[in-house]
Every structure is written in C-alpha cells, then in structure tokens.
C-alpha cells in the first residue's frame, strides 16, 4: 500500500521510515502510474477484487537498521538506496519480507506490537485507497506466526492466504485460503498449462476448491520479455478450465467466505470417501514443490 520515499530519507539521514502511499502516486524518481485508477475501474468491472498484501512488502526497520550498519550488510543496503531502490531478494534478503528478520542465516519474526502497527498502516491506506476495509491478507513471502494472526484479527481481517493444498479452513478466528494450484509462466519450463491443469484435477478428484496463484511479474512487459507468452499461456489455461470444469465458478475472496460462513451446500459439502482417498495423495505434493 505504499512505498519508500527514498530520497527524503537520504535527506534526513534515515532517521525514521518514511513513504509514498499508492494513493499519492509513485516516490521521485519513478513515473507517476495510473494503477490505483486501473484497480478501481476493474473493481467497478467486478473483475479485480483487491486484498491486502501488507504496508510494504519488506521491512521498514531492516532497510534503517541496513543504512546504518557499517559492515557489509551496511554496504549491500547503501548500493540499492543510493539508486532508489529499497529492496531486491537477491541482494538484501535480511529485510526482503515485512514480518522478519533474517539475518544470520535464521528467520527472526517481529514482536506483536510491531506487526499490529505494520498491519494497522496497510489497514488504513487500504481504505483510503478503495472506500472499505480489507477482507482478506497475504503475508509477504508466507512469513507470519502466531502474532501475525492476532494481528490480523485485531484489524479485522476476515481470511488470510496461505500456501498448502486443502483450499477452505477455519484457524484461530479467520477463514484461511490455501493457494493449491501454481500458475508462474516465467518459472516453468513451458508447460505451466498443462502443470496447472493436472493439478487442478487432483484437487478438484480430492472434493477440495482450487485456488490459483499467480504473480503479475508474469505480465509485466517493462520488467521482463515473458509478458505476451504469459498472457497466451493464462488466456489458454482459463479456456482449459472451463472447458474441462463446466460447472467451475470464479469466485473471489469475499464470495468464499460469505459461502462458508453460511454453510452454503451449493459451495460446501462433506467429503466423499474417494475424496478423502485421493486428499491423502495429494496431502504429499506440497505447494512449494510446484515452484521447484
């Protein structure tokens, strides 16, 4: 929901985080984007349904503590924010994810009170941004822990995302969605089609909801070549699905809940034995390993 004002920081020393929120725009140097007009257009469209990734996708407190450091941690955080540039995987993974530290080969989460705040300030630029609060959250990179979650439904979120295979769940207040079906055109080795199909079938065989996932690096010409083969490869993957689901709906996060929270049986309905046969097969193909 928003992103580092990087050059006022350099200004002040980075003394305190400071940001942009996506309703502002985008920080100097970047281009001003028409995103967050998109996104409410396609909502208005019933066709995008937003939910909340977190306030930043890496964490405030690793890329201060980064600044300061003054060995080489120091000095691979200092190459990135001299070029405005908050953050890459690749070079800063201490801070790469919000909820945790990772340094010293060792994945340390935030306290609560610093999670509360973290999802608190996403909580409150989500609704400036699209007029309601958030229903559903992912946590960046899958890290969360226990104060995660009471984070989280202190801000009242109602489902959390995860990665996993069952679908639909209750755990600890909210509703969870597990991610089962991975759909990264510019991860596979060109037969993500027929990968996401197959997987589809399995879930579907085990009487669990698909839920795809899919990453709009995918689709995004200015950051990589892939972007017309993933959209030919997402147009033909969704033609398969109803074509090989025709009874298959399309449902967001808030129509599965308001489902499940009411008990619909045209949604939900006990496993059947074969079902339950095949849920134990798939329970050994985790989610992780479709990336792989």
């Known amino acids: 929901m928003a992103n580092a004002d990087i050059r006022r920081m350099r200004s002040e020393g980075f003394g305190e985080f400071r940001f942009v929120p996506i309703t502002e725009g985008l920080p100097i140097p970047w281009a001003e984007s028409s995103l967050l007009e998109q996104y409410r257009s396609l909502i208005a469209d019933r066709v995008f349904y937003p939910g909340l990734h977190g306030f930043t996708h890496f964490s405030p407190e690793g890329m201060l503590r980064g600044w300061h450091d003054t060995g080489e941690y120091g000095e691979r955080t200092r190459s990135l924010l001299i070029e405005d540039i908050p953050y890459l995987a690749s070079v800063t993974p201490e801070y790469n994810f919000a909820l945790l530290d990772r340094s010293d080969r060792a994945e340390v989460y935030a306290d609560y009170s610093v999670q509360r705040d973290w999802v608190g300030r996403g909580v409150q630029l989500f609704r400036e941004a699209f007029g309601y609060p958030p229903v559903t959250t992912c946590a960046p990179g899958y890290r969360y822990n226990d104060a995660s979650f009471a984070a989280w439904v202190d801000c009242r979120i109602r489902v959390v995302q995860t990665p996993g ?39 579907v065989a085990a009487g669990w909801i698909p839920v795809i996932c899919t990453h709009s690096i995918n689709y995004i010409s200015r950051y990589c070549a892939g972007r017309d083969n993933s959209l030919k490869c997402l147009a033909r993957f969704l033609w398969e699905v109803k074509n090989s689901f025709p009874e298959m709906r399309f449902a967001n996060d808030a129509d599965v809940l308001t489902a499940y929270s009411n008990r619909d049986t045209g949604w939900f309905r006990p496993a059947r034995i074969q079902e339950l046969v095949h849920r134990q097969r798939l329970a050994r193909t985790s989610f992780g390993d479709q990336l792989e």
Do not use: C, T, W
Not at 167 to 195: C, H, T, W
């Open 165 to 203: 295979s069952v679908g639909v769940y209750e755990s600890e207040r909210v509703m969870v969605i597990e991610r089962n079906v991975a759909f990264e055109p510019l991860l596979d080795d060109g037969q993500v089609v027929e990968k996401a199909l197959n997987r589809m079938r399995h879930v």
